[in-house]
C-alpha cells in the first residue's frame, strides 16, 4: 500500500530500532524519501545493512540534545531532497525508579533528550515548512503521560509537555498548512523490554502500521491499543484510577525488590 506517502521526504529520529524503525521502513515500503536518524554511528550502521536495500534510504548520526546538528539534519534534508514533508521526533528514552533514587543528572538526560530534542526538531523544520507552505510534524509521547504513572515521573513529566507543545503548535498553524501530531502509544513489542514482551504488547510493524494511518488523516492525537482508549476513559473515575494505581505501585515494588533490577541499578551507576 502506497498513496499519501509516495513521493514525500521524511526526517525520522530514533530511527534505527523499535518504533522510529518500523515506521522508517513502513514509509520506505509506500514510496517515501526517508532519512533515518540514529544517535549512534553503531545503531546507524546497524540500521543501513537492514534498510540499505531501499533506493530512497539515507542514514545519519544525530544527537538530538545538539540544536547545531538537528538544525543540520534538517538543512542535509532540504540540500538534497528540495524538501521535507515529514518530521518524526520520536527519539527518546524510557525511565521506571523510584523519584529519591532520580538524580538531577537524569532529569537533565531525560528534559534534554524527550523535550529538548523535540525542540530542537520543531524549530529547525517549521522556517522550512513555512517556505514551502506545507508540512507536517509527528512527537512521540506516550499514553504513560496521559493518566499520572507511579514511579515513572521524569519520563512523564516529559512527555506531558511533548503533548502540550504538540497540542498548542497544532491549532497555531492549523490554518498555515502545517500539521501536527502527538504519539500515544501503549505497549509495543520493541527491544526496550529486553524479550520480556508483556502480554497484549503492540507488534511493531503493527504499531508503525497505526501511526502512519492517523498521520494520514492528520489527527491530532493517535492512541494504541484501543485497550488504552478504554482504560483512558475510565480512569475519569477516581475509584477505578486508584485502584489501578494501586496496582501499579504493587507490581513496581515487586520489580525494584528483584535481583535483576538491583543489578541492573548498580550497571548505571557505572555508566
Same mark, same amino acid.
Given at each position: 500500500?502506497?498513496?499519501?506517502?509516495?513521493?514525500?521526504?521524511?526526517?525520522?529520529?530514533?530511527?534505527?530500532?523499535?518504533?522510529?524503525?518500523?515506521?522508517?521502513?513502513?514509509?520506505? %515500503?509506500?514510496? =517515501?524519501?526517508?532519512? !533515518?536518524?540514529?544517535?549512534?554511528?553503531?545503531? $546507524? &550502521? /546497524?540500521?543501513? @545493512?537492514?534498510?540499505?536495500?531501499? %533506493?530512497?534510504? =539515507?542514514?545519519?548520526? !544525530?544527537?538530538?540534545?545538539?540544536?547545531?546538528? $538537528? &538544525? /543540520?539534519?534538517? @538543512?542535509?534534508?532540504?540540500?538534497?531532497?528540495?524538501?521535507?514533508?515529514?518530521?518524526?521526533?520520536?527519539?527518546?528514552?524510557?525511565?521506571k525508579?523510584?523519584?529519591?533514587?532520580?538524580?538531577?543528572?537524569?532529569?537533565?538526560?531525560?528534559?534534554?533528550?524527550?523535550?529538548?530534542?523535540?525542540?530542537?526538531?520543531?524549530?529547525?523544520?517549521?522556517?522550512?515548512?513555512?517556505?514551502?507552505?506545507?508540512?507536517?510534524?509527528?512527537?512521540?509521547?506516550?499514553?504513560?503521560?496521559?493518566?499520572g504513572?507511579?514511579?515513572?515521573?521524569?519520563?512523564?513529566?516529559?512527555?506531558n509537555?511533548?503533548?502540550?507543545?504538540?497540542?498548542c503548535?497544532?491549532?497555531?498553524?492549523?490554518?498555515?498548512?502545517?500539521?501536527?501530531?502527538?504519539?500515544?502509544?501503549?505497549?509495543?513489542?520493541?527491544?526496550?523490554?529486553?524479550?520480556?514482551?508483556?502480554?497484549?504488547?503492540?507488534?511493531?510493524?503493527?504499531?508503525?502500521?497505526?501511526?502512519?494511518?492517523?498521520?494520514e488523516?492528520r489527527?491530532?492525537?493517535?492512541?494504541?491499543?484501543?485497550?488504552?482508549?478504554?482504560?483512558?476513559?475510565?480512569?475519569?473515575?477516581?475509584?477505578?484510577?486508584?485502584?489501578?494505581?494501586?496496582?501499579?505501585?504493587?507490581?513496581?515494588?515487586?520489580?525494584?525488590?528483584?535481583?535483576?533490577?538491583?543489578e541492573?541499578?548498580?550497571?548505571?551507576?557505572?555508566?
Amino acid at each position: 500500500m502506497k498513496g499519501a506517502f509516495e513521493g514525500k521526504v521524511a526526517i525520522v529520529t530514533g530511527g534505527t530500532s523499535g518504533i522510529g524503525y518500523a515506521v522508517s521502513e513502513e514509509l520506505l %515500503k509506500r514510496g =517515501a524519501t526517508v532519512r !533515518v536518524i540514529g544517535s549512534r554511528k553503531e545503531s $546507524v &550502521e /546497524k540500521a543501513k @545493512a537492514a534498510l540499505g536495500k531501499y %533506493k530512497k534510504a =539515507a542514514f545519519e548520526a !544525530v544527537d538530538v540534545r545538539d540544536y547545531a546538528a $538537528v &538544525e /543540520k539534519m534538517v @538543512a542535509d534534508c532540504v540540500a538534497e531532497s528540495g524538501r521535507i514533508d515529514y518530521l518524526f521526533n520520536n527519539a527518546g528514552i524510557s525511565q521506571k525508579n523510584p523519584y529519591e533514587k532520580s538524580t538531577l543528572a537524569d532529569w537533565k538526560e531525560m528534559i534534554d533528550i524527550n523535550l529538548w530534542g523535540v525542540i530542537h526538531g520543531v524549530n529547525a523544520a517549521l522556517p522550512v515548512m513555512q517556505k514551502q507552505k506545507s508540512g507536517h510534524i509527528i512527537n512521540t509521547s506516550s499514553v504513560a503521560a496521559l493518566y499520572g504513572t507511579p514511579y515513572q515521573t521524569l519520563y512523564v513529566a516529559t512527555k506531558n509537555a511533548v503533548i502540550g507543545l504538540s497540542d498548542c503548535l497544532y491549532y497555531e498553524y492549523l490554518q498555515k498548512n502545517i500539521f501536527f501530531t502527538v504519539v500515544c502509544p501503549g505497549d509495543v513489542a520493541t527491544p526496550i523490554f529486553k524479550g520480556q514482551i508483556p502480554e497484549g504488547a503492540v507488534p511493531v510493524e503493527e504499531a508503525a502500521q497505526i501511526i502512519l494511518t492517523g498521520v494520514e488523516k492528520r489527527e491530532r492525537m493517535i492512541v494504541f491499543p484501543d485497550l488504552m482508549k478504554e482504560v483512558l476513559e475510565k480512569c475519569k473515575d477516581p475509584v477505578f484510577r486508584d485502584l489501578m494505581h494501586k496496582n501499579s505501585e504493587m507490581e513496581s515494588r515487586l520489580v525494584f525488590a528483584s535481583p535483576e533490577y538491583q543489578e541492573f541499578l548498580a550497571g548505571q551507576k557505572r555508566r
